[in-house]
Every structure is written in C-alpha cells, then in structure tokens.
C-alpha cells in the first residue's frame, strides 16, 4: 500500500522539507525584533532614579503599616482560633 506525501516541492532524496531554515529565519528576525524593540525602550524619570538611589543607600522607609486606619495586624488576619 503507497503513502501518499502531502503536496508541496520536494527535492528528491535529500530528506529536506526546509523546516530548519524556516525556523533559523523565524528565530533570526524574532531576535531582531525583541533587540529593536529593548533599545527604544525610555530611561525612567530622574525622580524615580533619586527614590532608587535614596532606597539603595539608606534602606526601605521605615512605616509602620498597622498604624494606618484599615489595616490589620498579620497576627489577627491569621488567626485560626
């Protein structure tokens, strides 16, 4: 019983269909896309860059969150019993 091949251009004997090259040629423009598109990303605002800056060197702010109106306590929102 043959097997019938799906249509398309073959070139006989050589087991190639061009998938890989297809795929080399997807990856290579994928690639230089995503690379296009990183370079035009914007540089953050320098007051967002001071906040790092401040972050980095002195720590977080040190706020106590519970004292705020509407928080709970972690212990209280845990609570089981």
Same mark, same amino acid.
């Given at each position: 019983?043959?097997? *019938?091949?799906? &249509? !398309?251009?073959? $070139? $006989?004997?050589?087991?190639?269909?061009?998938? %890989?090259?297809?795929? !080399?040629?997807?990856?290579?423009?994928?690639?230089?896309?995503? %690379?296009?598109?990183?370079?035009?990303? *914007?540089?953050?605002?320098?007051?967002? $860059?001071? &906040?790092? &800056?401040?972050? $980095?060197?002195?720590?977080?702010? *040190?706020?106590?969150?519970?004292?705020?109106?509407?928080?709970?306590?972690?212990?209280?929102?845990? *609570?089981?019993?």
């Amino acid at each position: 019983m043959p097997q *019938k091949l799906a &249509e !398309g251009v073959y $070139v $006989v004997g050589s087991g190639n269909t061009g998938s %890989a090259i297809t795929m !080399g040629i997807f990856g290579v423009a994928y690639m230089a896309i995503v %690379a296009a598109l990183t370079m035009s990303l *914007k540089l953050p605002h320098a007051s967002a $860059v001071s &906040e790092y &800056e401040s972050y $980095v060197t002195q720590g977080p702010r *040190k706020t106590d969150l519970s004292s705020l109106p509407g928080n709970v306590n972690h212990y209280v929102a845990l *609570k089981t019993d």
